[in-house]
């Protein structure tokens, strides 16, 4: 399957501080990638869909001035956490498909802990 | 509201069994339905894919969809240890471009 990359694995940061997460497609072209968060023992839950060189579509009740997606190249998504709370400490995880297929693959995720 | 519901377990099934995971989905007009891994603090694994009526094997994994009882499952034969997971059904209501929809996951344990 195709290798999806996150970068920080892991980040601790002070509240009121900015986290950026950058996500890469190794061995595609990602026209689409997605932005997943989960909090302990719950699913995944989809916050937005970054499409590159357009803006990305953000799921109901994320605010998209607090966490700002940049999709600049076929291969690279980025998710920045700004003015970061304790209550945005989760595992954020992101995704990307192949297209024309269907399939999503994930990238190993970032988790985020804000103190 | 989309909703995928599966029974969050745990499923516990001896070693060499066939382990058999369940998921019903909301939205009739779904059209893509996957089934993924996810292990204690790691991301989703990608298991199976399947879009059309009936099975889908790939070596001890079968997925079945039932599109007019919006009903798939996943059917794990031969069970090892090394399948005690956490089993996420996802669902698209397209063809690929839009975001997954997931259940809450089953837990699923092999007894040695």
């Known amino acids: 399957g195709a290798v999806v990359s996150q970068h920080p694995s892991r980040v601790i940061c002070k509240s009121g501080t900015s986290v950026k997460i950058e996500c890469r497609s190794l061995d595609f072209q990602a026209t689409t990638m997605f932005w997943y968060r989960q909090f302990p023992k719950q699913s995944l839950m989809l916050m937005a869909t970054?499409?590159?060189?357009?803006?990305?579509?953000?799921e109901q009740g994320v605010e998209k001035d607090k966490f700002l997606i940049n999709h600049a190249s076929l291969t690279l998504s980025t998710l920045t956490v700004t003015s970061a709370h304790p209550e945005d400490s989760s595992f954020y995880i992101c995704?990307?498909?192949?297209?024309?297929?269907?399939?999503?693959?994930f990238g190993p995720g970032t988790r985020l802990t804000v103190t | 509201q989309k909703e995928v519901e599966q029974n969050s377990g745990p499923l516990s099934v001896p070693e060499g069994a066939i382990a058999s995971l369940n998921c019903t989905y909301s939205?009739?007009?779904?059209?893509?339905f996957f089934w993924y891994r996810q292990y204690s603090g790691k991301s989703p694994e990608l298991i199976m894919s399947i879009y059309s009526n009936g099975d889908k094997e790939d070596g001890r994994f079968t997925a079945q969809l039932n599109k007019a009882s919006q009903y798939v499952s996943l059917l794990i034969r031969d069970s090892q240890p090394s399948d005690s997971a956490t089993y996420l059904c996802a669902v698209n209501p397209g063809g690929g471009a839009d975001g997954l929809t997931f259940g809450k996951g089953t837990h699923l344990i092999i007894q040695p």
């Open positions: 995704s990307a498909r192949d297209p024309p297929l269907r399939e999503q693959y």
């Open positions: 970054s499409n590159e060189g357009s803006k990305a579509t953000y």
């Open positions: 939205d009739r007009g779904s059209q893509s």
